[in-house]
Structures are given as C-alpha cells and as structure tokens.
C-alpha cells in the first residue's frame, strides 16, 4: 500500500511538471483568440495578454490569487484518467485570471447575465453562459448521462451555476460569476473547506463519492472536475475547454 501511495505521489509529480500548452488555448476559444506571438496571446479584437504577467510569484498562494496566463496553464489536467487522491498543491485549473474570462463571458453580472441560457437539466432548469458552447457542452453531458438512472442520485438536485460571488474566504472570482460552473447534489459531495482547514494546510484528507463515470461524461465535454483538486470540491464542474476534453 505504501509502494502505490509513493507511485501516486510521484505520478502526480510528473504530472504537474507538464504545462498546458498555450495552442490549447487558440482550439478552445475560436472565437475570441486570434494567435500566439512569442510570449502574447493576440485577441480577435487585437487586444493582447502576455503569458507571463511580469509578477515573480511568492509562494503556491501567491500564484492562486493573482494567476496569469502561464501559472493558468501551469498544471496539466488529468481528463478522463483514472481517480486517485491529488498530490499536496496538485490544483490543475483553480488558477483563473479573472480578466482573461471576464473578457470572454462578462466582466460585470449584467453582461454575464446577458449571455445566460436555460438548459435542461433532468427536468431543473439551469441558467448557462451560451458563449463558447458552455451551455451546448453541459446539454451534452445531460444528454450523455440521461440512460443511467443509476447516477440520477448524484447529479439531481443541482446545488446551482450562475451566482456572481467570490470563491469561499478568498477575493478571487468563482468560476460560477461567469456562468460556466455547475455544483452537483450536495448530498454525496465532499469539500476541503468543510473540515476546516486552512487553504494549503498540508495534510488535507481527500475524500470523494461521486463515480468515475459521473466526472468522465463531463470530462469528455470539456469541463474540469473540482475532485482533481488537492483542495478538493467533488460537487463542481466548470467549463474549461482548454484544459479537459479526453
Ligand atoms: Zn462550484
């Protein structure tokens, strides 16, 4: 047992040493990025973000609350692999450059509002970002899911998408503010934040019931799971192209 635990930890290792690449970037929002030059990425609008933000990064915190593009991509996402409990600071995706999505799905709730569609799910309708296909992705997962009734338990009640907030004791913007995150049913969800730890406390103990299953149908859609996470949310998914996708 503890061979595999020491295996895991070094899996994990070499998977956050692999970046994202920023070409996965260009595939995943069509319609607003344009091309890379050198360190920039080039808008549509011809706007331009550096990778590289100019800031020299403290410490993992330091990193998660003022991401640029670079400490974004930092982290390869492990889509459609098998679970296993995330590395200490293993957090592929929980880095998101506020200004970067904002500029894609609205910077203040009216122009996020503005965007939001109904989508059907299992009979609770769910207000959806339409940009970028968020809301034909999480049609897909319904759709997807719709024959196991089995599952049904894990994935209805949702606990809600669109709410422009603030992650949980941090200044940083949810995923949820730009209408591309979903919570699951918090009946069978587990949450760092419940054991009252705090943020990058070592020794946070993992904990999820959600199926494998359950995380690949919304994986294969390009939605990122908050189970991959050291500081594990195993209710949410958010829409993120550039990272999931099997
Ligand atoms: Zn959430």
Not at 29 to 40: E, H, K, S
Not at 44 to 63: E, L, N, Q, V, Y
Not at 213 to 225: D, L, N, Q, S, T
Request: charged share 20%; hydrophobic share 40%; aromatic share 12%.
């Amino acid at each position: 047992m503890k061979r595999l635990a020491v295996l895991l930890t070094l899996l994990s290792a070499a998977v956050q040493a692999q970046p994202v690449s920023p070409n996965r970037l260009l595939t995943a929002y069509p319609n607003f990025l344009a091309r890379t030059d050198g360190n920039t990425l080039i808008w549509k609008d011809g706007a331009r973000t550096p990778f590289a933000g100019g800031h020299t990064f403290t410490s993992p915190a330091d990193r998660l609350n003022r991401p640029d593009l670079s400490a974004m991509l930092g982290q390869l996402y492990p889509a459609c692999t098998a679970l296993h409990p995330p590395a200490y600071g293993e957090d592929p995706g929980r880095a998101r450059p506020a200004a970067f999505f904002g500029r894609m799905y609205g910077m203040t709730p009216a122009a996020v509002k503005a965007n939001l569609v109904s989508v059907n799910w299992f009979g609770q309708p769910l207000m959806f970002s339409r940009i970028n296909g968020a809301n034909l992705a999480l049609e897909a997962v319904a759709r997807d899911l719709s024959l196991r009734s089995d599952l049904r338990r894990y994935l209805t009640p949702s606990a809600g998408t669109y709410v422009w907030r603030v992650v949980a004791g941090s200044s940083r913007r949810s995923a949820h503010s730009w209408g591309v995150a979903i919570d699951l049913n918090t009946r069978y969800s587990d949450y760092w934040q419940w054991e009252g730890r705090r943020e990058f406390a070592p020794g946070i103990l993992y904990r999820n019931r959600l199926p494998q299953a359950v995380v690949w149908a919304f994986e294969k859609r390009g939605f990122v799971w908050g189970g991959r996470w050291y500081h594990h949310d195993t209710m949410h998914f958010e829409f993120r192209p550039e990272l999931g996708g099997c």
